[in-house]
């Protein structure tokens, strides 16, 4: 007897039963939700609040470190803004014989005087500000608001910027 057409026979059938009950693999799409998963959740604390940026562009930085949570004095081109609220215009400021900014430095004083902006610490040596200016501004203006910081007991300046892609420092 010929066991050819005894195995296509056994291989029809088995086709027939196969083809009846679909069956699906689990294990790749679970490894992959696993690794979505555990993706997002290490990724999820890189995410830094900043203050809002629509009204300004920033200029470029090779920086490394992120940015500390601290007063946020932001210089668009037509206010200034000291925690999104309107403190001075960019006018007045640069029109002033002055070196500093006084609506600006009043400002600054109630927040220092007031034990500081909410949740944030600042201590002696931490009182520091965080000046988001427009990449068009004078530095004239910039210099004033320094000035205006320091005069206000905030000795420690930084200014935000966007890092550039691709370059590390």
């Known amino acids: 007897m010929n066991p050819a057409p005894q195995l296509i026979r056994r291989i029809q059938r ?29 990724h999820s604390s890189d995410v830094a609040e900043s203050a809002s940026t629509h ?5 470029e930085s090779v920086a490394d470190l992120a940015p500390r949570q601290t007063v946020v004095i932001t210089v ?3 206010m ?7 403190v001075a215009s960019v006018e007045s400021a640069l029109n002033s014989p002055q070196n500093a900014i006084v ?7 109630n927040i220092r005087g007031a034990g500081g902006a909410g949740s944030l610490d600042l201590g002696t040596s931490a009182r520091e500000v965080t000046i988001m200016g427009d990449k ?3 530095f004239r203006l910039l210099k004033k608001v320094m000035i205006t910081c320091t005069q206000a007991g905030f000795g420690r300046i930084s200014l935000a910027v966007l890092q550039k892609p691709g370059q590390s420092g």
């Open 80 to 86: 200034l803004l000291l925690r999104d609220e309107p």
């Open 14 to 42: 088995h086709r027939v039963k196969v083809a009846g009950r679909p069956q699906l693999n689990l294990v790749a799409l679970m490894d992959v939700f696993t690794l979505l998963v555990f993706f997002f959740l290490v």
């Open 55 to 59: 009204l300004i562009s920033l200029p």
């Open 76 to 78: 668009t081109k037509d």
């Open 136 to 138: 068009s501004i004078p």
């Open 103 to 109: 609506p600006l430095r009043a400002a600054l004083q």
